[in-house]
């Protein structure tokens, strides 16, 4: 079955960039009809999609970081990966990777926090 | 704020069959279907609902989904301590490429 893992610094300085990578085992990244998502939580709160990057390649945003946000995928070590620029601590909170269809979001990573902090 | 509408809180006792709502609209609920969550301290969501009343393997049936129009329920009978955590509701949004839209959550206190 499909497994994710988040993976990459834990603390990361005010105005720098973060970037989180998702290791996708027990199938291919580059297998047809998937979503490839990051999603966000910060402490104490709820979930927020941050975007996708489809099995094509294409990429949606959501749109409140949108200007911040990219997300890109490396088929050959089946990653993909989240990079958010200019974080402040509004930016610290648990990151998510996921898979998804139009009907189910899962499976999850375990996830990874991420605080913003110098 | 959280695009799907949900009660921060519900609570019940054990054995207890408690219901939690999650309202959206015509563009999310309304046109695609509803995944619900289950959320331990300290864990990711856990899969508990899928295409609004589907149930993983593994997943207890004393837990069942439900939607009607642009609103979703998750029901939990015979409830258990263990039951007590956070649960989130979740739906594809329709626009010109489609996105993940969530619930605020709601926190389950077993008495």
């Known amino acids: 079955q499909v497994q994710l893992q988040e993976s990459g610094p834990g603390l990361v300085k005010p105005s720098q960039t973060l970037s989180l990578t998702c290791t996708v085992s027990?199938?291919?990244?580059?297998?047809?009809?998937?979503?490839w998502s990051w999603i966000r939580q910060h402490p104490g709160k709820g979930l927020e999609w941050i975007g996708y990057i489809y099995y094509s390649g294409s990429t949606y945003y959501n749109p409140s970081l949108k200007s911040r946000v990219t997300i890109s995928v490396d088929t050959s070590k089946n990653q993909f990966s989240l990079k958010l620029s200019s974080v402040t601590a509004a930016d610290t909170a648990v990151y998510y990777c996921?898979?998804?269809?139009?009907?189910?979001?899962?499976?999850w990573g375990q996830g990874t926090l991420v605080t913003v902090s110098s | 704020q959280s695009v799907l509408t949900q009660p921060p809180s519900a609570s019940g006792t054990p054995g207890q069959r408690v219901t939690i709502s999650c309202s959206g609209s015509s563009s999310n609920i309304g046109s695609n279907t509803v995944n619900w969550y289950q959320q331990l301290p300290g864990t990711a969501p856990k899969l508990l609902i899928y295409s609004n009343n589907q149930r993983p393997s593994g997943v207890p049936d004393r837990f069942s989904g439900s939607k009607s129009g642009t609103s979703a329920s998750l029901a939990i009978s015979g409830l258990q301590s263990e039951d007590e955590a956070d649960y989130y509701c979740?739906?594809?949004?329709?626009?010109?490429?489609?996105?993940?839209?969530f619930g605020g959550g709601t926190k389950l206190t077993v008495l």
């Open positions: 027990g199938g291919s990244i580059s297998s047809g009809g998937y979503y």
């Open positions: 979740a739906a594809w949004a329709d626009s010109l490429n489609g996105f993940w839209v």
């Open positions: 996921a898979r998804s269809t139009v009907t189910r979001l899962y499976p």
